[in-house]
C-alpha cells in the first residue's frame, strides 16, 4: 500500500513556541492530504483539507491562523500549531488519498504543550 | 445532521467470531471504510465498500446495505493482537469522510 510518512512522532514543547509536523507521501504524489486530531478516547476530527499549490480548507470551528497549513508540493503538506497552549495537546494524524477507495494515514504525532 | 453510530465497546473471546455493527445517515454516499485503531497509534486501513454485499479480506469481512445505512465488520478466528478501536466512516456526497466515535474491541483468553 501507498506510505504516509508524519514526523514527528512526538513532540513536547513550552507554552507560547510553534510546532511543526510534516505529512509526506513518500510513493505517491497527493495532492490533498487531510489534517486530523483526535482527544483520547474520541474519533479523529477533520481541521483542514490541504490542497497543493492553493490555500487550505479549514472546518468550522479551527482557527486558520493558529493552526497554519501549507502544501508546498506534491508529496509535502505541513501543519504548524502556532503560540500553542496546553489545550492544544492533542493527536494529530495526516492521510492521504491514492484513490477514492483508501485512505492512508500517517503514523501520528502527540504533541504536548506544558 | 449526519451521523455514524457504533457500539463504544465490545468484548470476545480469542478465536471466537465478532461483529461490529454500524449504521450512518448522511448527505450522499460515496463508500463506507473500516479502520483498526491501536491505542496512541495511527488507523489502518481494512476495507472499503461501496456496492451492497460481503467484501472478504482473510479473517476480517466487511458488509454493506445501502438502503438500511448499515455495515458491519466481521472479525473470525479472533487474536488478542485484534484487540483495538474500529472505526466506521462513510464519504458522503462531498467525498468528505465522516467518521464514527470507534468500537473499542477487548479480546479476553
Known amino acids: 500500500g501507498a506510505v504516509v510518512s508524519q514526523h514527528p512522532s512526538w513532540v513536547i514543547c513550552k507554552s507560547g513556541t510553534s510546532v511543526k509536523i510534516e505529512c509526506r507521501s513518500l510513493?505517491?504524489?497527493?495532492?490533498?492530504m487531510f489534517w486530523y486530531r483526535q482527544f483520547p478516547k474520541q474519533s479523529l476530527m477533520l481541521m483542514a483539507t490541504?490542497?497543493?499549490?492553493?490555500?487550505?480548507?479549514?472546518e468550522q470551528g479551527v482557527e486558520k491562523d493558529k493552526f497554519l497549513i501549507n502544501h508546498a508540493s506534491l508529496t509535502l503538506s505541513t501543519l504548524t500549531v502556532t503560540s500553542a497552549h496546553p489545550e492544544d495537546s492533542s493527536f494529530y494524524i495526516c492521510s492521504a488519498s491514492v484513490r477514492a477507495t483508501e485512505a492512508f494515514f500517517g503514523q501520528g504525532t502527540r504533541l504536548t504543550v506544558v | 445532521g449526519q451521523n455514524i453510530d457504533q457500539p463504544t465497546e465490545m468484548t470476545a473471546t480469542e478465536g471466537a467470531i465478532v461483529q461490529i455493527n454500524c449504521t450512518y445517515q448522511?448527505?450522499?454516499?460515496?463508500?463506507l471504510f473500516w479502520y483498526q485503531q491501536h491505542a496512541g497509534e495511527a488507523p489502518t486501513f481494512l476495507s472499503y465498500?461501496?456496492l451492497d454485499g460481503l467484501e472478504e479480506k482473510g479473517r476480517f469481512s466487511s458488509f454493506l446495505s445501502r438502503s438500511k445505512g448499515y455495515s458491519y465488520l466481521l472479525l473470525k478466528e479472533l487474536q488478542m493482537k485484534d484487540s483495538a478501536s474500529y472505526l466506521c466512516?462513510?464519504?458522503?456526497?462531498?467525498?468528505?469522510?465522516?467518521w464514527g466515535a470507534g468500537t473499542k474491541l477487548i479480546i479476553k483468553p
Open positions: 490541504s490542497n497543493e499549490g492553493s490555500k487550505a480548507t479549514y
Open positions: 466512516a462513510v464519504r458522503d456526497s462531498n467525498y468528505q469522510l465522516i
Open positions: 510513493d505517491f504524489q497527493a495532492t490533498t
Open positions: 465498500n461501496v
Open positions: 448522511t448527505s450522499g454516499f460515496n463508500g
